[in-house]
């Protein structure tokens, strides 16, 4: 119908076949795109180091045990995979309830939709939180005596909490909003062309309103990573720091996108198998009508799975080269809170 639209109104240079409307190359290199986008964002925090201003914020990277035994790895599954996908339906479903059109919340946080994945982020920094209490409460107990370092905040024996960093971290961050704001009003303005995977809003050009509604979830991004990498995983070393170096990088990205992986993997690819529109996740009566069911913020997430992974690989690589998680964190919180959410944040 919207072809059959276009064709009255705008000369066709070239046709369309109205039934065939996958363009396998289009999606391509449009995800090809949209992930070269989080390896600028690395080259960019990379770049900006080189000088000496930033550089002063890098310490040597911490001496950490690495992650050994099938137990260890068995709890890092629950907690990073199975734990966030089991709540995700209902904890995203009952936030959208919530926060959703003329509720107390719904001023500040303007996306209902949105709001349940940033719901579920916070459930998933609040259990990452309590682990992280109750294993340095273990260790502190057997004798071990707790450092900054121990939680990627300082170098190797540095006793004081270095304001500056972070600020740095600021800094930069707003320098890549900067460059890469600029980017896509050039491109999209000349060009014509979105960073987008399929139709998901994968990046989007900033404006006034964007701006000042994408606030909120930065922020809520910003402490959920924060949470999320104080406990940096190290794995076993293979005797080459550059093949160590890629390694964290993809595990630390798989694990932290699994949990929404796996969920639309199982919903959406399953859908398509069974074929007749059936979804295999069930959806729950939030509001007890038997009619309005809901799914939670799932039909929202795939940006989110791929957002995640990304920012953790981001960061998983700038920590193993600078040693703190403020000069990753900041910048990855502030690049996704601001460029990769989506238009729902424009809600009203």
Not at 102 to 107: C, E, G, I, N, Q
Not at 147 to 175: H, M, T, V
Not at 269 to 282: C, E, F, K, N, V
Request: net charge positive; aromatic share 12%; hydrophobic share 55%.
């Amino acid at each position: 119908a919207i072809l059959d639209f276009e064709r009255t109104i705008n000369d066709e240079p070239v046709k369309l076949d109205p039934t065939n409307m996958v363009w396998t190359w289009q999606q391509l290199f449009s995800g090809i795109a949209c992930v070269a986008m989080m390896f600028l964002l690395a080259a960019l925090i990379n770049l900006l180091m080189q000088l000496d201003f930033f550089a002063g914020a890098a310490n040597p990277v911490p001496e950490k045990k690495p992650r050994r035994g099938a137990i260890a790895w068995i709890l890092d599954i629950l907690f990073t995979t199975l734990i966030p996908a089991f709540i995700f339906v209902h904890v995203s479903a009952y936030v959208i309830k919530w926060t959703g059109a003329r509720t107390a919340l719904s001023p500040i946080l303007t996306s209902a939709n949105l709001n349940g994945i940033m719901g579920w982020l916070i459930a998933i920094a609040l259990i990452g939180a309590v682990r992280m209490i109750i294993t340095a409460a273990r260790r502190k107990k057997a004798g071990y005596t707790l450092r900054l370092s121990d939680f990627a905040l300082a170098g190797e024996g540095d006793e004081k909490f270095d304001w500056s960093k972070a600020g740095k971290g600021l800094l930069i961050g707003l320098i890549v909003l900067g460059a890469v704001g600029i980017w896509l009003w050039t491109i999209e303005g000349f060009a014509g062309i979105n960073y987008q995977v399929w139709n998901l809003s994968t990046y989007l050009k900033f404006s006034p309103m964007r701006i000042t509604r994408a606030i909120p979830y930065m922020i809520i991004i910003l402490v959920v990573m924060f949470v999320g990498n104080m406990s940096q995983r190290v794995l076993p070393s293979t005797g080459n720091d550059r093949r160590d170096m890629w390694i964290a990088v993809a595990v630390n990205s798989f694990l932290t996108a699994s949990a929404l992986f796996f969920l639309l993997l199982i919903q959406y690819g399953g859908s398509m198998l069974i074929g007749d529109g059936t979804a295999i996740i069930p959806q729950i009566d939030i509001y007890g009508t038997g009619v309005n069911k809901s799914s939670g913020a799932l039909d929202f997430a795939f940006g989110y799975c791929y957002m995640m992974g990304g920012t953790t690989g981001v960061v998983t690589y700038i920590y193993r080269k600078y040693g703190n998680i403020f000069l990753g964190v900041i910048p990855s919180a502030m690049f996704a809170g601001m460029v990769t959410l989506s238009a729902f944040t424009l809600v009203a």
